[in-house]
């Protein structure tokens, strides 16, 4: 971290330090002005900062030669929120999208301030501008920070992006794996939920929390699972068997929730063509997506692991 904290905790002092260490570079870039000149450029520097290493760009200091030159002031914006401008910026004119972390830090000189913008290095890259037909990296050692990629960068970023979302058909193949295993029918019709991180770059539950998460009494009721109807995996998967159906719900480590329940198809006539009421799916949708915003903020600490490789029948023991 170029920053020794969160750039939504930082002050004046940590912007004044972070001058005095850093002299542009690759994964450093400091602007005098925040003017339409400067707002055209910016594109081409954050996704640079996100097709490299990541970096951060200061608005508010004047660095000649890339060397930030004190006193370090900062400048009078005229938006009421230049960070929302910058966001805007970068959704129209960067695809895809970036991730933009901004900090708006007031200067000990009166209605001064500075902009710190933060873009990581993005497992989506190649990020391109110019209607997707330019993408530009750092350069280190010129006057100019930001270049045109050529053909092998761009596919070495190009099979970056498919091992991260390979990640993705990993989970969702060892899950149908798991559901098959237990007797769900995947050769039926059926009603087939996905959520999560299109491009997952980390573990946001381990495993063993996955599990305790799925365990607690409440969180279960509130999807629909009820206790003595439940068959939970020690990986933290949940089926459940009710009056002959299946239903099938489990989240990876990498935050990605997969449900599946079959799909009631019904004829009118034997001439009639077999169909389904939709309206139901709703709810498990509001279920899941409520299942996701509080894995969002579940602490995520060491646990006690289970042991084996058996699904639990509630209290009822294990079923091989």
């Not at 798991?178 to 991180?197: Q, T």
């Not at 719900?249 to 004829?267: F, K, S």
Request: charge should be neutral.
């Amino acid at each position: 971290m170029l920053f020794s904290k969160p750039i939504s905790d930082i002050r004046f002092e940590d912007v004044e330090e972070f001058c005095k260490r850093f002299h542009e570079n690759t994964r450093v870039e400091y602007k005098s002005t925040f003017n339409d000149d400067v707002k055209r450029k910016l594109p081409k520097v954050l996704s640079s900062f996100a097709n490299s290493n990541g970096g951060i760009l200061i608005v508010g200091i004047n660095a000649p030669a890339g060397m930030p030159q004190e006193p370090f002031e900062g400048i009078a914006f005229t938006e009421r929120e230049p960070g929302l401008t910058v966001q805007s910026i970068c959704r129209d004119n960067i695809f895809p999208e970036i991730a933009l972390y901004t900090s708006f830090v007031s200067s000990r000189v009166p209605d001064k301030a500075f902009l710190v913008l933060q873009v990581n290095e993005s497992p989506k890259a190649p990020h391109a501008i110019e209607n997707s037909t330019q993408v530009y990296v750092r350069t280190e050692g010129s006057t100019e920070r930001t270049s045109l990629a050529d053909i092998t960068l761009i596919e070495r970023m190009l099979l970056r992006r498919r091992e991260v979302l390979g990640r993705w058909e990993e989970f969702y193949a060892e899950s149908e794996r798991l559901a098959k295993a237990v007797g769900f029918a995947l050769g039926a019709p059926r009603f087939e939920l996905r959520i999560g991180p299109r491009y997952p770059t980390e573990i946001i539950i381990p495993r063993e929390k996955v599990s305790e998460f799925l365990g607690e009494h409440t969180r279960r009721y509130n999807l629909g699972f009820l206790q003595q109807e439940v068959l939970r995996h020690p990986a933290g998967a949940f089926l459940t068997r009710h009056e002959g159906s299946v239903r099938y719900l489990n989240i990876g480590e990498i935050g990605t929730v997969h449900y599946l329940e079959p799909l009631e198809l019904r004829q009118e006539t034997k001439e009639s063509t077999p169909v389904t009421n939709l309206w139901w799916i709703t709810t498990p949708i509001l279920r899941a997506i409520s299942l996701v915003a509080d894995l969002m903020g579940y602490p995520t600490s060491p646990v006690i692991t289970f042991a084996g490789n058996k699904w639990k029948n509630g209290s009822h023991g294990e079923i091989p």
